[in-house]
């Protein structure tokens, strides 16, 4: 099993990026989907989920209005970035959790990429 995240790099405040996340070894169908980031020195933490049938989809406060996951056959995920900040910065990782639901905590996930690097310049 393995998710691929790509689609990181350097950007200026204001900009877009777009993030992919494709799996190999399982199908996101029976998995509710979701991404994390990681800046330097802090806790991964919760950026957007999306459950296994794309009814159930969540942000975090400092993402929701500019950020946008979505899932598109059984095998891709992803996030479209929009307005990045500066606080934006981080290794940005895909991961999948099993089950019907939608997931917010980094302990419900069990398969994850190996992370993109996203960093947002002033």
């Known amino acids: 099993v393995q998710l691929q995240a790509s689609g990181g790099g350097l950007v200026q405040a204001g900009g877009s990026l777009r993030l992919s996340c494709a799996a190999s070894?399982?199908?996101?169908?029976?998995?509710?989907l979701g991404w994390f980031r990681q800046a330097p020195g802090k806790a991964r933490e919760y950026v957007a989920g999306?459950?296994?049938?794309?009814?159930?989809i969540s942000y975090s406060g400092s993402v929701k209005g500019r950020f946008t996951i979505s899932r598109e056959s059984a095998k891709m995920m992803y996030l479209q970035m929009n307005s990045l900040k500066p606080e934006d910065t981080a290794v940005y990782f895909c991961?999948?959790?099993?089950?019907?639901?939608?997931?917010?905590?980094?302990?419900?996930?069990?398969?994850w990429g190996q992370g993109t690097l996203v960093t947002v310049s002033s």
């Open positions: 991961a999948a959790a099993p089950g019907s639901s939608l997931w917010e905590d980094v302990r419900s996930y069990v398969h």
């Open positions: 070894g399982l199908t996101f169908s029976s998995y509710g």
């Open positions: 999306v459950s296994w049938s794309g009814t159930l």
